[in-house]
């Protein structure tokens, strides 16, 4: 039984495509599915036929906007497959995906290489210590080059990418490809229905003889097992090359590049012979790790009924393994509302679920019971009666788990790390056409957030509008797009605002505060003397630069004036100090404070009194320092014709732009540059009609900068 459950998670693979946006990730997704026969007729994107592009969005505007998860079998394998956004105002999409994958496929333009969003992309992956393959799609295009797009993930990516694959046939001649391992032809009809092998062109067996060395010699360079057998038969066999890749692949020291034209249905066979052969199965992942949950010890025996305990988990550690007859824990990532229910998209990490199980959720602190259990197809569903370790599944019934909840077996309680959420960059006033539409409208906006945590809903305190934030303009369009057409509701927009921060250019020390109260019986009191200074450069990466809580505490207190409990109260209270600043009610960052000295009383000090005066002082003392505004800046990467070049570089000069580089690729002039995102509402417009419609431009957030001084005046407090 052990054995047969082992051979059943190692035919498991969970994985994502990942691409910069138009580099191809749905079409290959969409000849996965043909290839493996989930599907009988090739979706195209252009014609909104394709199975994981199934909203009405994301077929009107030809880009994917959700990650949608689809399941099919080859060679004996379930796959697993998430077909990721594209484009940068969907990161956090990518982001819960990458959370819970095993592996991915990274696809590349063949003729662009890598992009600014692949990078993003790219680094997200290698935070979540993803181990990955590439695809180099679009090798039938016009000025497509294997070579130049591995250069380029070589340069910019920073692996060691190696092509186990060689072209037969360039741009519209390209047929077939190479296979470098076991040194085979592979080939395909104009319809692209069926794979023909055969041996290998011999105008291509030198050069494919060269790069089978050159491939040999990377890989006994870095595995040891390969470097034994390539010293003693001065060769490696396929099966040693193979098993090498894979190792080298699951630790992230090589990169397999393979490479074909997706909407020629031409290479999909082999990448996928490649996600079995390289990307890692539940097993070869280490096991999930998280702290037990003390409040779970014990639970009500109802379904929603509340858990009793104190609240607090015991901090220890937890691991699980990728085992059916462990202990279940799984982890949420997506959450949507359909037709047919709520759904609650799951990872499983170990154990094992059925329908009509208890589990508890570690968000709200409650049990739940799983209603249903679903294998998702897009937006198709099969019932299934269980779900085991290294599935993932949707299930129905669970009223109030959200996009990072664990979900676990209530004797066994753990809580696993939740992906991270972005802070919104971009924010617009929304609200209803008509009063009696109010509360359709909240009602419809908790929804939103509830699916897509980065997405944030909060009422303006000073004029009373409700205000949507959010990663981008595009973000934000979706976002009132879908309340439209799910709810018929006619829904007014603001114009859109950048969200900014302000952070400390040079501190002050010394700042004495005292906090005082006395209204019959006991009273408040607290003394605490603080010094403030800049956390790091004003708009440096990891400090003010990053646009999160860029903050740092520590006690500097001798001879126990301040008891350690006070001490952390001054720490909260400084942190709650932080959501306002002085020069527009920003949220601070990049601030380091130290509490140096204070002093307490007898009977009238308490935690509360010295958060309070931590929170009151930090006040002071930001109104005491020089103050910085910080705005959100990003990464432009315009490509337009060369004739364009010069009024593309005058216009971005003229949004504050700083150009970093300019170079010609593939007959069109590609332009990077640092724009402020408040520069670059309107933009696209704008660019379409400098260039007669041939530019275009992606960008991608890279932090905050100052802004200068005329801006910061005209910034309205939040």
Known sequence: MRNHLDRQLHAVRNLGILAHVDAGKTTVTERILYATGTTHKRGEVHDGTTVTDFDPQERDRGITIFAAAVSCDWDGHRVNLIDTPGHVDFADEVERALRVLDGAVAVFDAVAGVEPQSESVWRQADRHGVPRIAFVNKLD????????????????????????????????????????????????????????????????????LRRRRLLEEAVAERHPAALEEFCDRETLCARTLSEALRDLTRTGDVLVVLCGSAYRNRGIEPLLDAVVAYLPSPLDVPPVSGHRDGAAATRATEPGGLVAGDGTGDGAGERRPADPEAPFAALAFKVAATATGRLTYLRVYSGTIEKGDLVWESGTRRTERIGRILRVQADRHARLDRAVAGDIVAVVGLRSARAGSTLCAPDAPVVLEPPGVPDPVVSVAVEPRTSADADRLASALARLSEEDPSLVVRTDAETGQTVL?????????????????????????????????????????????????????????????????????????????????????????????????????????????????????????????????????????????????????????????????????????????????????????????????????????????TVPLAELFGYATRLRSRTQGRGAFTARPTGFAPAPAPSAAAVPAR
């Open 141 to 208: 295009r016009a000025g497509a080059d294997l070579d130049a797009a591995v250069e380029s993930i070589r340069a910019r990516l920073h692996p060691l990418p190696l092509a186990v694959q060689l072209p037969i046939g360039a741009e519209g001649g390209f047929t077939g490809v190479v296979d470098l391992i076991r040194m085979r032809a592979l080939t395909w009809s104009d319809a692209g229905d069926a794979v023909v092998e055969g041996d290998v062109p011999q105008e291509l067996e030198a050069e494919s």
């Open 469 to 673: 934030s959010g990663m981008g303009e595009l973000h934000l369009e979706v976002a009132v797009e879908k309340i439209r057409r799910s709810l018929g509701l006619e829904v007014a927009v603001g114009r859109p605002r950048v969200t900014y921060r302000e952070t400390v250019a040079r501190g002050v020390a010394g700042v004495v505060f005292r906090h005082v109260k006395q209204d019959g019986g006991a009273g408040q009191f607290a003394h605490v003397v603080l010094d403030v200074e800049p956390l790091g450069a004003v708009g440096a990466e990891g400090t003010a630069g990053d646009g999160g809580t860029g903050f740092a505490f520590r006690s500097a207190v001798v001879g126990g004036r301040v008891p350690q409990e006070y001490v952390r109260a001054v720490e909260a209270g400084c942190r709650d100090a932080l959501a306002e600043g002085p020069l527009g009610g920003h949220q601070v960052t990049g601030v380091r404070v130290t509490l140096v000295d204070g002093a307490t009383h007898v009977k009238d000090s308490s935690e509360m009194s010295f958060r309070t005066a931590g929170r009151l002082g930090l006040r002071e003392a930001l109104r005491a320092c020089a103050m910085v505004l910080l705005e959100p800046v990003v990464e432009v990467t315009v490509t337009v014709p060369e004739d364009a070049v010069g009024g593309v570089l005058g216009d971005l000069a003229g949004r504050r732009g700083r150009i970093t580089d300019s170079t010609v690729r593939g007959g069109s002039a590609v332009v990077t540059a």
